[in-house]
């Protein structure tokens, strides 16, 4: 699953509306409980343990990508 | 959220770039920044060191102990806070020590991510029993997330002293009532429009002091007075006799009353007592109009009963307080007079005295880990007012 299915799962978007600059300032639902929903989705989606650093730095779709690329995930683009 | 909720452990190894952690002497200077950001562009090491240190010094559960404060810190800088108030909790079964949760503040540049949540979660976890009242729906979202039981919204009750000036300046589209109907916004905005306000406001004036004086009945033989400041163990002494009839609320006694508006807040709250054959019976706490400093209000001047205790069984004695508070907030040029309040025995009193009930806006949220000492579920069995986590601060 691509980290943008996941976001618009979260945060009820269709996939095509979430793109690289999709972040917590430009969606609505996106606020700090939010957030903590996303990271704990992204975890369970790829199985990996995210750092409170890393939720941090995830405020955007492109951000999200780069972190998850970082702790080693892939998905099929 | 495993990695999440252990990150506190981890980062510490290495030399934490990220910290959530109880406020120190250590972190003071970062919290002036923060301070300087957030609230008060004034605030600096030294003024924030003075002001903890004498909160610690009045705490009114502990005193001397400091007040606890939580922050989450960002490579040494606070980007996120909460405070609480320490208070003492009356419930059926007795007198226990809790706290109010408040000031959650995340810098803007760290918002809409984890900070708020994890600066409560870590608060709450050290805190255990807790309460918040909270204005905003986000705030109230994460507090649930963090194990607090969303208890309502408190009503409010607001009596118009000077509806023609209030009906010409209301601004209904920023003020934060979202249940006022639409019909209503729309009938006020056409008046203001048309000059009507005036004259709908006088007419408004005129029923309600018509429907005060009809509705009032006898008074009861009560003698109210607006006394400069409270006797601590008259306080005491009718804070005994109220406890035993109310589920749960703060402890109102002498030492609360005097510590939560008498200190520093001397200038900005005026009492109301009323006795019963030289009894002390009732008191209410007014806090002085302010038309300053809230451009919602557009020069309206609203002064807030901040808090009232009275015995449940004796509406009479609610009802001539609320009159003596009416009568206050009149002579110090009021527009208005809020009253903010949960107990079910307030609502007839308020009523007949012309008070009109608007769209809560204040959530009231209780947090009770383990299940012991269940507090009651229903809002109209506590008794709270604007005046409790100092929530009077906003309108």
């Known amino acids: 699953m691509a980290p943008e299915a996941v976001v618009g799962k979260v945060f009820g978007l269709r996939q095509g509306d979430v793109h690289d600059g999709t972040s917590n300032r430009t969606v609505a639902a996106w606020d700090s409980l939010g957030h903590v929903t996303l990271v704990l989705e992204l975890e369970a989606a790829y199985g990996v343990a995210l750092s409170t650093s890393d939720a941090l730095e995830m405020t955007d779709v492109a951000a999200i990508k780069r972190v998850l690329q970082k702790r080693g995930v892939e998905w099929a683009r | ?395």
């Open chain 2, 1 to 395: 959220m495993g990695a999440l909720s252990q990150e506190r452990a981890s980062d510490a190894a290495r030399a934490p770039a990220i910290e959530v952690t109880r406020a120190e002497q250590r972190h003071l200077d970062s919290l002036a920044e923060f301070i300087r950001r957030v609230w008060d562009p004034a605030a600096t090491f030294e003024r924030v060191r003075r002001a903890r240190a004498e909160a610690a010094a009045t705490n009114p559960v502990e005193p001397g102990r400091d007040i606890p404060t939580f922050l989450f810190l960002h490579e040494g800088r606070v980007v996120g806070h909460v405070s609480t108030i320490p208070v003492r909790v009356w419930q059926a079964s007795g007198v226990r020590a809790v706290h109010w949760v408040k000031g959650l503040e995340v810098l803007p540049e760290y918002q809409n991510g984890p900070v708020g949540f994890l600066v409560l979660k870590h608060a709450v976890h050290e805190l255990g029993p807790a309460l918040s009242l909270a204005v905003r729906p986000a705030a109230h979202r994460l507090l649930q997330a963090v194990g607090f039981r969303d208890l309502g919204a408190v009503p409010n009750f607001l009596l118009p002293l000077s509806p023609a000036r209030m009906l010409e300046r209301l601004d209904l589209a920023v003020l934060d009532l979202p249940r006022v109907p639409g019909a209503l916004r729309a009938t006020i905005r056409l008046a203001q429009r048309t000059g009507l306000a005036a004259v709908a406001g006088a007419a408004a004036g005129a029923a309600t002091r018509l429907w005060a004086a009809v509705a009032s009945g006898p008074s009861g033989g009560f003698q109210t007075d607006a006394p400069a400041g409270l006797d601590s163990d008259e306080c005491d002494d009718l804070w005994r006799r109220v406890r035993g009839q109310i589920h749960a609320g703060v402890v109102r006694d002498g030492r609360y009353l005097r510590w939560r508006y008498g200190r520093g807040g001397a200038d900005r709250y005026r009492f109301v007592t009323v006795r019963d054959r030289g009894r002390l019976v009732g008191i209410g706490a007014l806090r002085e109009p302010r038309s300053v400093g809230d451009p919602r209000l557009h020069g309206i001047r609203v002064a807030t009963l901040s808090d009232l205790l009275c015995p449940p069984d004796r509406p009479g004695i609610a009802f001539t307080t609320l009159g003596a508070a009416t009568t206050l907030a009149r002579s110090l040029d009021a527009d208005a007079l809020l009253c903010t309040a949960s107990h079910r025995s307030l609502r007839g009193p308020l009523r007949r005295r012309g008070f009109v009930r608007l769209p809560g806006n204040v959530h009231f949220l209780v947090r009770e880990p383990g299940g012991d000492g269940e507090p009651p579920t229903t809002l109209a069995e506590w008794w709270i007012t604007r005046g409790d986590s100092e929530a009077d601060e906003v309108f």
